[in-house]
Nanobody
Framework: QVQLVESGGGLVQAGGSLSVSCAASGLTFRSYSMGWFRQAPGKEREFVAAMIWIGDGTYYGDSVKGRFTISRDNAKNTVYLQMNSLKPEDTAVYYC????????????????WGRGTQVTVSS
């Protein structure tokens, strides 16, 4: 079965950097668009970044544009999210997701989800 496993979350000070990873198995990774979402307590799940499988185009949420970078390694079946200039409002559980489509900004567009990794940014 398909599994998405996030790792790399943790505690970081404001202004710092952190990288999270998502290892995928049970699917043809290179044929899936991969996305990152986040959810803070009491808030809806928010689109962070995505990379589509056709042409490796990338998309970012407005709140992270210029600070976060998504990348993927198809040989390792892994997608990464590099987070720089972190702010306390970036604190959330970060989820990885996979879709065969190229629409990537809505949670409903994804078929598979990981369980998430906690990122906490202290002020």
């Amino acid at each position: 079965q398909v599994q998405l496993v996030e790792s790399g979350g943790g505690l970081v000070q404001a202004g710092g950097s952190l990288s999270v990873s998502c290892a995928a198995s049970g699917l043809t990774f290179r044929s899936y668009s991969m996305g990152w979402f986040r959810q803070a307590p009491g808030k809806e799940r928010e689109f962070v970044a995505a990379m589509i499988w056709i042409g490796d185009g990338t998309y970012y949420g407005d709140s992270v544009k210029g600070r976060f970078t998504i990348s993927r390694d198809n040989a390792k079946n892994t997608v990464y999210l590099q987070m720089n200039s972190l702010k306390p409002e970036d604190t959330a559980v970060y989820y990885c997701a996979a879709t065969r489509g190229v629409g990537v900004r809505r949670t409903s567009q994804y078929e598979y989800w990981g369980r998430g990794t906690q990122v906490t940014v202290s002020s």
